[in-house]
């Protein structure tokens, strides 16, 4: 038994099982690449709206150290635990190596539904999510960004929180804030444009028309919402199904994409 017990981690180590054996990597070097550096497991007091104090569940996984300081995004899910943040960080690592860059992974969270929360009470649990991270993170240390339930305005709230500690502004402790205060353009549509870029490149390889073909999208945030919209307009292939945490929809004469974004 390990602090990240979970079938997600499980998963994560299964699959670099199957590399590790390839690659003929000796037992000592394989537990220092399968298991985290650092896991950070925090209780997160939030004075809601209707006067109550409620208790949430946060982590921060740092995965490897190695290639330099740790990246990784902040998710917000009810159903996140130690263990799955820290498949998700295992992941980062290999996606940093496999690109070059100079960075490790890292990952965190808190376990929560940020949609069941008020402007006010989101902005109270992020900033106060920061203020237990300020002693393990930092821009030469780990550096974070958004996921799954969090979004530019939470990284000002990160960014604006880290800096008020320091006492000076550090843009550089978060990626994906808003443009304003230092973002990219283009941040929020990078990752939608990332999966088009590797289907187009599958699609070559396997020599399919992208005109022959359908497409079901399952999220329609930030992620699936542009993979969608460049699949239908820059392929040319027909979206059949999109579908996000609140409904689903489904024509297999193909769905407007657009219209569903504006939607």
Known sequence: MTIYDDDVFKMACDQFA????????????????????RAIA????????????????????????????TK?????????????????????????????????????????????????ELEALSRRYMQEMIPFV????D?????????????????DTYSVYQGYAVNEIVTGKPVAIGGTEGRREATGRGVVYLIERAMDMLKIDPEKCTAIVQGFGNVGSVAALSLALKTGLKVIGISDAMVALYNPKGIDVKAAEQH
């Open 138 to 141: 930092g821009p030469h240390t």
């Open 143 to 159: 550096i974070m960004g958004p996921d799954m339930g969090t979004n530019e305005q939470i990284m000002a709230w990160f960014m």
């Open 72 to 120: 990784g995004g902040t998710r917000f899910a009810p159903s996140l635990s130690m263990g799955e943040t820290a498949a998700l960080a295992m992941w980062m690592s290999w996606k940093c190596a496999l690109a070059n860059l100079p960075y490790g992974g890292a990952k965190g969270g808190v376990a929560v539904d940020p949609l069941k929360l008020s402007r006010t």
């Open 18 to 37: 199957v590399i590790a054996d390839y690659l003929n990597i000796d037992r000592n070097h394989r537990d220092r690449l399968m298991y985290p550096k």
């Open 42 to 69: 925090v209780t997160l007091p939030v004075h809601m709206d209707d006067g109550s104090t409620r208790t949430f569940q946060g982590y921060r996984v740092q995965h490897h150290l190695t290639l330099g300081p």
